[in-house]
Every structure is written in C-alpha cells, then in structure tokens.
C-alpha cells in the first residue's frame, strides 16, 4: 500500500532535550515537506526537499533541522525543543508536476 | 498578503444542502490546484485535484477561474459526512512551492 508514515504518533517530551521524528515514504516520490498546524494558524511548512541530499527552508524553519540522505526518508529534527514547538506535525511526499500531496497521519508533540 | 485566502466559515448546513465556498490565490505562476479534507486533527486527504475546464467527482464541483484567481468547491446534496474542514492547496510552476488556505470549516446537521 502507497502511504507515507511517520513516528511516533504521540510525543511528550521536556525543553531541551534533542528529538527526531521519522518520515518514510514507499511511493518513490522526490519531493517530501514537513508541515506543523497549530489552531487558527492552518498548515505552515518548516522545510522541504526537491531530491535526495537537497533541502530548503520553508516558511518556519526556526528551531528545526532536516536531512535527506536517502529518497525514502526525511527526518525532522529538534536540537533542543521548546514550548513553542508545541504541535500537530505532518510530513507529505508528492511526485513530479502536477501531483498531489500525500500526507503521513500525523505527529502530536507536546514540549513541557 | 497571504498568498492563499480561504473563507474560514464556518457553514452551518442542513442535510441536503448544496454549499460552495472560494479560495483565491495571489500569486499568477500557481499552476496546480487541489482541495483537501481535514477532519478534527487528522492528516489532510486529497478530495479532488481542480482541472481548468472545471470537474466534478459524484457530489463534488470543483471550479478554477484563473482570470480572477480562485478556484471554488461545491458540495451538493450534504451529508453528516461531509463535515470537515476543507483545505486549498496551490502549487507554484516555477519552485513548486506548495501553498496551503487556512481551511473552510464545514459542518451539516441532520
């Protein structure tokens, strides 16, 4: 089955202390993005990555760091979290022009 | 300006109803177009791409009117089923960049 997953689900974590969440799609798709949503604020992308070992910052890269050494994964890292990091986290992969976004079922952190 | 505008609604419907809301993009190179469903802290779900001419998928209207920038997403004969919060979605031609609305908040009553 074509999906994009992530993990975990659920993280609860402390200020500070270092966190990865992992995103992996089997779809062979070039292009993956990390997204966070907060209420009112709607979807805002952190960062994105056309290829294998190319990404780009999106609109709220602040705090976060990516990496893409193989196609399939796309990891979203936090160095040292804080309470504003607080959120619902999506990671998606699209194929080439006109395709749509996949989107993994989510991850909901909660930095104390 | 943000470059993807959505009415946040919401719209409160009975069942039966037809609803129909916009979106409208600012920037002129956006050259793919979707509407997406969200429900209540969910991963959004592709519901339809929005093609030039217009299309439809069974209850679902999707409309793009590029000389006004919008794109519209009609619901006909609502069902419980259709609450949801519906997402636009803009695909840039030159960096393709995606662009999300902040989400049309549907809710139909029985």
């Known amino acids: 089955e074509a999906q994009v997953t992530q993990n975990p689900r659920y993280l609860i974590t402390v200020t500070g202390k270092k966190l990865t969440v992992t995103c992996s799609q089997n779809m062979n798709h070039e292009y993956m993005s990390w997204y966070r949503q907060d209420p009112g604020l709607g979807l805002r992308q952190i960062y994105y990555?056309?290829?294998?070992?190319?990404?780009d910052k999106g609109d709220v890269p602040e705090g976060y760091k990516v990496s893409r050494k193989e196609k399939r994964n796309f990891p979203l890292i936090l160095e040292s979290p804080s309470p504003n990091q607080t959120s619902l986290y999506f990671c998606?992969?699209?194929?080439?022009?006109?395709?749509?976004?996949?989107f993994g079922n989510g991850t909901r952190l909660t930095v104390t | 300006r943000k470059e993807v505008e959505q009415d946040p609604g919401p719209f409160n419907v009975p069942e039966g109803a037809t609803v129909a809301f916009n979106c409208t993009y600012s920037n002129s190179a956006s050259q793919s177009f979707f509407w997406y469903r969200q429900d209540c802290r969910k991963e959004p779900k592709l519901l339809m791409s929005?093609?030039?001419s217009g299309n439809e998928d069974g209850r679902f209207t999707a409309q793009l009117n590029r000389a006004s920038q919008y794109i519209s997403l009609l619901i006909r004969d609502s069902k419980l089923s259709d609450s949801a919060t519906y997402l636009c979605?803009?695909?840039?031609?030159?960096?393709?960049?995606?662009?999300f609305g902040a989400g049309t908040t549907v809710t139909v009553r029985a």
């Open positions: 998606a992969s699209s194929g080439p022009g006109n395709s749509p976004l996949h």
């Open positions: 990555s056309m290829n294998v070992e190319v990404t």
């Open positions: 979605v803009v695909r840039r031609f030159d960096d393709y960049k995606l662009s």
């Open positions: 929005v093609y030039s």
